[in-house]
């Protein structure tokens, strides 16, 4: 972060790391999963398979917010920091 603004360099290598996390995760679950359904434990299977769902919905979230911060870089004449927060 700047003093004057946000750095926008910054947000976006932080909203590449939360993506990389979310797919560390959709992994771990996806792993827990097969475990729990080869247990023919359904109801932890379904939950499982639930967070992996929002977890492919959060990707696509991250997706566009990075879009939308390339979007204020383009429009800033590739300046690091946007208004005051």
Do not use: P, Y
């Amino acid at each position: 972060m700047c003093e004057s603004g946000v750095n926008l360099t910054g947000l976006k290598l932080g909203l590449h790391q939360l993506g990389e996390l979310n797919g560390l995760f959709e992994k771990g679950a996806a792993q827990w999963r097969a475990i729990a359904g080869s247990l023919e434990h359904g109801d932890l299977a379904s939950c499982l398979q639930e967070a992996i769902e929002n977890s492919a919905k959060i990707e696509a979230l991250l997706k566009q917010a990075i879009a939308e911060a390339n979007h204020l870089s383009d429009h800033h004449n590739h300046e690091v920091t946007i208004t005051k927060l």
